[in-house]
């Protein structure tokens, strides 16, 4: 059994009828323009986001979500696995157990960190369990580093704090653990503010507004990105590479909020203003944003994806070498981009190839992605016979199979 995201949007259309609703009253009571309240009844555009479908349920008064999605409300949002690090990463993360007697080596500490970020950055069949077994021992240490910090020790630290929360709002968000990396974003805000390091905050405002994005909060997410532009703007003239990378990045997931809220206009000038900087940084991957021309083309794609532009993203997908990324994070992203495009016209065999990329490079990503898993089980719902031998492993490895 899978969720049909093109019959959602029909089960919209059908339901908004029965109300007696129009397209633009419906997309008042939701919080969506009218072109994207469109395109999602017409299959242009999918709700993969569940807080997004619960909107719609509440809308339409539909009390049971089966009606919307076509299965139990139990399987949603999709069943994933939830990782076993999980529990000990929610710990560290609320202790506040009296301070330890033991001194910190924060330079070792340092280390440690970068060394987790850079696990987490590279290929691996093992990277989310990597990552998820150091996190709380990091976190641990770091949290009783700052409160025995001396005053020269304590601003080192507190940046060191902000970039380890950072790494784990993005290991969270990934294994679906949503509240929790919005916890770890908060603090890497809160820690990058008490430094009094502006790069840095920026950084952090980029990874909070990551994970409201995934909350489907597009609106926060632009406001979030849009007064850390603001802020840092000033302060580019004197600045360095590294803020210039931010600021970039900033305009980047700014253009991705923009096309989420159907402004293609702003999408388009967000992703302009953040081509003309990469232009002049190069390929970067400061404070791990991985900042560059290679990701501005990666986010022209995804920006049309979520337009429901699905020919453009395709057109500008097949023309990026996208293994000039710096981190694999980045180039799953665009092959999950890729394969969905490829699924939304039904060029299933290209869409398994991408998928097939996915699983080279991290196959614990097909356990945890939820748009992953629901675009697998698209495919498996209409596979033909020539198709199953490549798709079958893929199943196998997400537990979608038995």
Same mark, same amino acid.
């Given at each position: 059994?899978h969720?049909?995201e093109w019959?959602?949007?029909q089960r919209i259309a059908?339901?908004r009828a029965?109300?007696g609703?129009?397209?633009a009253e419906l997309?008042?009571?939701?919080?969506l323009?009218v072109s994207?309240?469109?395109?999602i009844e017409?299959?242009d555009?999918?709700v993969?986001r569940?807080?997004?479908l619960?909107?719609f349920?509440?809308?339409l008064?539909?009390?049971?979500l089966r009606e919307?999605?076509?299965?139990?409300?139990?399987?949603?949002p999709d069943g994933?696995?939830?990782h076993?690090a999980?529990?000990?990463?929610?710990r560290a993360?609320m202790?506040?157990?009296p301070?330890?007697?033991?001194a910190?080596?924060?330079?070792?500490?340092?280390?440690r960190?970068?060394?987790?970020?850079?696990?987490?950055q590279e290929?691996?069949a093992?990277?989310?369990?990597a990552?998820?077994?150091?996190?709380?021992d990091?976190?641990g240490?770091m949290?009783?580093?700052i409160?025995?910090?001396e005053p020269d020790?304590?601003?080192?630290?507190?940046?060191?704090a902000?970039?380890l929360?950072?790494l784990t709002?993005t290991w969270?968000?990934?294994?679906g653990?949503y509240e929790l990396s919005?916890?770890?974003a908060?603090?890497?805000?809160?820690c990058?503010l008490?430094?009094?390091?502006?790069d840095?905050a +920026? &950084?952090?405002a980029w990874? /909070?507004?990551?994970? @409201?994005? *995934?909350q489907g909060k597009?609106?926060q997410a632009?406001?979030?990105v849009?007064?850390?532009?603001a802020?840092?703007?000033?302060?580019?003239?004197?600045?360095?590479a590294?803020?210039?990378?931010v600021?970039?990045?900033?305009?980047?997931?700014?253009?991705t909020e923009?096309a989420r809220d159907?402004?293609?206009s702003e999408a388009?000038?967000?992703?302009d203003?953040?081509?003309?900087?990469?232009?002049?940084?190069g390929?970067t991957?400061?404070?791990r944003?991985?900042?560059?021309?290679?990701?501005v083309a990666?986010?022209?794609?995804s920006?049309?994806?979520?337009?429901?532009?699905t020919?453009?993203?395709?057109?500008?997908?097949e023309r990026?070498?996208v293994?000039?990324? +710096? &981190?694999v994070?980045?180039r /799953?992203t665009?092959? @999950?981009d *890729?394969?969905?495009?490829y699924?939304r016209r039904r060029d299933d065999?290209?869409?398994v190839h991408?998928?097939?990329?996915?699983?080279?490079?991290?196959?614990?990503?097909?356990?945890?992605s939820?748009?992953?898993?629901?675009?697998?089980r698209?495919?498996q719902g209409?596979?033909?016979?020539?198709?199953?031998?490549?798709l079958?492993p893929?199943l196998d490895?997400a537990?979608l199979?038995?």
């Amino acid at each position: 059994m899978h969720v049909d995201e093109w019959a959602i949007g029909q089960r919209i259309a059908s339901y908004r009828a029965r109300r007696g609703l129009t397209q633009a009253e419906l997309a008042g009571l939701v919080g969506l323009s009218v072109s994207m309240v469109k395109k999602i009844e017409s299959g242009d555009r999918l709700v993969t986001r569940f807080s997004q479908l619960v909107l719609f349920a509440q809308a339409l008064r539909v009390k049971d979500l089966r009606e919307l999605t076509g299965v139990p409300l139990p399987l949603m949002p999709d069943g994933r696995l939830g990782h076993p690090a999980v529990d000990a990463v929610h710990r560290a993360l609320m202790d506040r157990s009296p301070n330890r007697a033991d001194a910190v080596d924060l330079d070792g500490l340092d280390h440690r960190v970068e060394y987790a970020w850079q696990v987490w950055q590279e290929p691996s069949a093992f990277r989310y369990d990597a990552v998820g077994q150091q996190l709380p021992d990091l976190i641990g240490e770091m949290q009783h580093a700052i409160r025995v910090a001396e005053p020269d020790q304590r601003r080192p630290a507190l940046c060191m704090a902000s970039k380890l929360y950072q790494l784990t709002r993005t290991w969270t968000k990934r294994v679906g653990e949503y509240e929790l990396s919005l916890v770890a974003a908060d603090r890497a805000v809160s820690c990058a503010l008490e430094a009094d390091d502006p790069d840095l905050a +920026a &950084a952090a405002a980029w990874n /909070l507004a990551m994970i @409201l994005s *995934a909350q489907g909060k597009t609106q926060q997410a632009i406001d979030v990105v849009r007064r850390a532009i603001a802020e840092l703007k000033p302060r580019l003239a004197d600045g360095t590479a590294a803020r210039l990378a931010v600021y970039g990045g900033l305009h980047l997931v700014g253009a991705t909020e923009a096309a989420r809220d159907d402004n293609a206009s702003e999408a388009r000038r967000m992703l302009d203003i953040a081509a003309r900087v990469a232009d002049t940084t190069g390929e970067t991957n400061h404070f791990r944003m991985v900042f560059g021309p290679t990701n501005v083309a990666l986010h022209r794609v995804s920006t049309a994806a979520e337009l429901g532009r699905t020919g453009e993203a395709l057109d500008i997908a097949e023309r990026i070498a996208v293994h000039r990324a +710096a &981190a694999v994070e980045r180039r /799953l992203t665009f092959h @999950l981009d *890729a394969a969905r495009c490829y699924a939304r016209r039904r060029d299933d065999v290209a869409a398994v190839h991408m998928i097939q990329r996915v699983y080279g490079e991290s196959p614990e990503e097909l356990r945890y992605s939820r748009p992953l898993r629901e675009t697998l089980r698209q495919l498996q719902g209409r596979a033909k016979p020539a198709l199953s031998a490549d798709l079958r492993p893929l199943l196998d490895a997400a537990g979608l199979t038995g």
